[in-house]
């Protein structure tokens, strides 16, 4: 339940509902894209881990652009609505132990609203 | 806020983040798919919809395939993780309208967790 939710709604089909942005703009685009930063690759790492750890109701999903282009690679995990940028695959491995098995944060590359550059690493 | 946040979670980026699988598979796949019911075509349609009515922290994203085929074309709301079989502009309008305009439900398109058909219409 949260502040959306309705008394009568179903309840959740994936507990975890993660969706990596893998659009590409054309070469040169000022926003850049998070396909040319790699996201593909995370995403198919991400989901190939997410299966060896046996998280079966997590889904990994690919989205079209989530419009934080400047931000990426992004990602953002549902119902909680956290945004992450990630941008390799320990990054990757980071998320999925760190936020998804245990249910904590990777509080250094979460995004804010306000973000416009993605954490300093 | 819902059972999956946790203290210090940014403030939501979108309000209501939908994604709607454009997902293909192979003719004659078991499965089907989502593209194939039109649901590129809807997302195209939703989004320039959602524009008119001045949704402005609604997000209308296209999504890889959500693993719900047989119930396609379908789609996720977040956070309420609200799943809908929508199958024509009509359906379309009616979830902008009741569900994102006036934050209410259309039952009869909703998805139940245990559903393996699209609702009857």
Same mark, same amino acid.
């Given at each position: 339940?949260?502040?959306?939710?309705?008394?009568?709604? /179903?309840? /959740?089909?994936?507990?975890?509902?993660?969706?990596?942005?893998?659009?590409?703009?054309?070469?040169?685009?000022?926003?850049?894209?998070?396909?040319?930063?790699?996201?593909?690759?995370?995403?198919?790492?991400?989901?190939?881990?997410?299966?060896?750890?046996?998280?079966?109701?997590?889904?990994?999903?690919?989205?079209?652009?989530?419009?934080?282009?400047?931000?990426?690679?992004?990602?953002?995990?549902?119902?909680?609505?956290?945004?992450?940028?990630?941008?390799?695959?320990?990054?990757?491995?980071?998320?999925?132990?760190?936020?998804?098995?245990?249910?904590?944060?990777?509080?250094?590359?979460?995004?804010? /609203?306000?973000?416009?550059?993605? /954490?300093?690493?």
């Amino acid at each position: 339940m949260n502040e959306r939710s309705r008394a009568g709604d /179903p309840a /959740p089909f994936y507990e975890a509902h993660v969706f990596c942005c893998i659009n590409e703009r054309p070469a040169g685009h000022p926003r850049g894209c998070c396909k040319a930063k790699g996201s593909e690759g995370l995403r198919d790492y991400m989901k190939a881990r997410a299966k060896e750890l046996g998280l079966a109701r997590v889904r990994i999903n690919s989205s079209g652009c989530l419009d934080r282009c400047e931000l990426g690679p992004t990602m953002v995990i549902y119902p909680e609505g956290v945004w992450y940028n990630v941008a390799s695959r320990a990054e990757v491995d980071e998320v999925l132990q760190k936020h998804l098995v245990e249910g904590g944060r990777v509080a250094r590359l979460m995004l804010k /609203p306000e973000d416009k550059t993605p /954490p300093a690493r």
